[in-house]
């Protein structure tokens, strides 16, 4: 969503936050528990049906809110001129769309391989069904990893403002820089007091 590198902290929606993902362990902890550890007859059925509709909308929610605020940062660091982050975020948006188009054909795979094997004969290839999103998500992980490794570069565009900022920053060092030696008007701002005193009290014997 853009949180931890261009906000520092999650501000106001910690609660939000906090609550959300309670409420969806609750839920995915609920179906979990019905699914594998329920008893087989119509009323497990029943049950699975009733509590796969929490988790399903809580995902719709999640990817909806997570393209939405992605769209907002990517809109920010455009304004910004922030062309380092704009490209990190550009590049993991991509990895979350071909995440979720895989997400959406092994959905339609997994229920294609269920409608096909009413009576589990197939049990001994099912593992692959609930590996396929352990695989997902440590690949989701390893782009994540890639993006935001740690570099020299890091620390210098972690948190900070837009371009015209950085600009005016360089021109000021490179006007310190270029300050001729002869000059009587400017200082170098690496000089100690002592030194600066010493200079005045120099100009001042040669004006007298």
């Given at each position: 969503?853009?949180?931890?590198?261009?906000?520092?902290?999650?501000?106001?929606?910690?609660p939000k936050v906090l609550?959300?993902?309670?409420?969806?362990?609750?839920?995915?902890?609920?179906?979990?528990?019905?699914?594998?550890?329920?008893?087989?007859?119509?009323?497990?059925?029943?049950?699975?049906?009733?509590?796969?509709?929490?988790?399903?909308?809580?995902?719709?929610?999640?990817?909806?809110?997570?393209?939405?605020?992605?769209?907002?940062?990517?809109?920010?660091?455009?304004?910004?001129?922030?062309?380092?982050?704009?490209?990190?975020?550009?590049?993991?948006?991509?990895?979350?769309?071909?995440?979720?188009?895989?997400?959406?054909?092994?959905?339609?795979?997994?229920?294609?391989?269920?409608?096909?094997?009413?009576?589990?004969?197939?049990?001994?290839?099912?593992?692959?069904?609930?590996?396929?999103?352990?695989?997902?998500?440590?690949?989701?992980?390893?782009?994540?990893?890639?993006?935001?490794?740690?570099?020299?570069?890091?620390?210098?565009?972690?948190?900070?403002?837009?371009?015209?900022?950085?600009?005016?920053?360089?021109?000021?060092?490179?006007?310190?820089?270029?300050?001729?030696?002869?000059?009587?008007?400017?200082?170098?701002?690496?000089?100690?007091?002592?030194?600066?005193?010493?200079?005045?009290?120099?100009?001042?014997?040669?004006?007298?």
């Amino acid at each position: 969503m853009g949180y931890g590198v261009v906000r520092p902290t999650l501000g106001g929606l910690t609660p939000k936050v906090l609550l959300l993902g309670i409420t969806y362990f609750l839920a995915s902890e609920m179906l979990n528990i019905a699914e594998y550890v329920g008893t087989i007859n119509d009323k497990a059925g029943r049950a699975r049906v009733f509590l796969v509709l929490p988790v399903a909308i809580l995902d719709a929610f999640l990817i909806l809110w997570i393209f939405t605020s992605l769209s907002k940062t990517l809109d920010q660091l455009q304004a910004k001129r922030s062309s380092i982050k704009l490209e990190i975020y550009r590049k993991f948006s991509n990895a979350l769309a071909v995440t979720i188009v895989l997400s959406v054909v092994w959905i339609g795979y997994e229920v294609y391989f269920k409608a096909t094997d009413p009576f589990n004969e197939k049990w001994a290839s099912a593992w692959i069904i609930t590996a396929f999103w352990d695989i997902l998500a440590f690949a989701l992980l390893c782009v994540i990893c890639f993006l935001w490794a740690p570099s020299q570069s890091s620390q210098r565009y972690a948190y900070s403002g837009n371009k015209e900022e950085g600009n005016d920053e360089e021109e000021i060092e490179s006007l310190v820089k270029e300050t001729p030696q002869g000059s009587i008007g400017l200082v170098s701002l690496d000089r100690k007091d002592g030194d600066s005193s010493d200079v005045d009290e120099e100009e001042e014997g040669k004006r007298e």
